[in-house]
Every structure is written in structure tokens, then in C-alpha cells.
């Protein structure tokens, strides 16, 4: 098992920036494919980045391409998303969520991942 806590969020102005950590414990961080995914009221969850366990290879929701960034400090078990140039439409509850590697693709789809952690808010005002 391994057991993750986001945190970092809060309120923010548009055309901000933020980011956001996610810590994790009860596991080598570097064993896994690390992903951030967000949830506004009344909608599902959605994908926002994916990291793979050995870092360098990303993958981003086209909806924050060249505003987000997603990194690992496998060092800290840490994964951090850094948002920049916020919208109003960010406003969610940011999740990371943790899976074994996949060979040969990204994995955005939330059913895949099995683990996550309690979320922290995000919200952006106009």
C-alpha cells in the first residue's frame, strides 16, 4: 500500500500560480507511475498530468498544456504540480493518484490508478 497527501492549495487570483504537493509514504515513490487528476462540483473527476515512475516523460490534459508542470523529487517520495496562469475553470479539488508503470504509454484514465489521496482545494478567483 502506499498512502498519499496532497497539499498546497487555496485561494488564488486569475493568472496565478500555485503548487501543489503530494507526498507519499509506505512505498519507494520511484516504483510508480504518479498522476494529478482534479474534480469540480457536480463533475467527474478529470485527468491533469502524468509523470512515469522514472521521470522525464510527462503527459498533460490539453486543457493545461504550457501551464502546468509536473515533477518528481523521488529523493522527498514527493510529486509537485506547479500551476501557473490560472483560470477560474481550474477551481477543483486536486487529487494525485499512484499505479504500477505501464509500458509504452501514459495512463490518464482514472479507473487505472488505485491509489489516491484525500485531495486538496483549489480555488481561483476572477
Known amino acids: 500500500q502506499v498512502q498519499l497527501v496532497e497539499s498546497g492549495g487555496g485561494l488564488v487570483q486569475a493568472g496565478g500560480s500555485l503548487r501543489l504537493s503530494c507526498a507519499a509514504s509506505g512505498r519507494t515513490a520511484s516504483n510508480y507511475d504518479m498522476a494529478w487528476f482534479r474534480q469540480a462540483p457536480g463533475k467527474e473527476r478529470e485527468f491533469v498530468a502524468w509523470i512515469r515512475w522514472s521521470g522525464g516523460i510527462t503527459y498533460y490534459a490539453d486543457s493545461v498544456k504550457g501551464r502546468f508542470t509536473i515533477s518528481r523529487d523521488n529523493a522527498k517520495n514527493t510529486v509537485y504540480l506547479q500551476m501557473n496562469s490560472l483560470k477560474p475553470e481550474d477551481a477543483a479539488v486536486y487529487y494525485c493518484?499512484?499505479?504500477?508503470?505501464?509500458?509504452?504509454?501514459?495512463?490518464?484514465?482514472?479507473?487505472?490508478?488505485?491509489?489516491w489521496g484525500q485531495g486538496t482545494q483549489v480555488t481561483v478567483s476572477s
Open positions: 493518484g499512484a499505479r504500477t508503470p505501464v509500458t509504452g504509454r501514459p495512463v490518464y484514465t482514472r479507473s487505472e490508478y488505485d491509489h
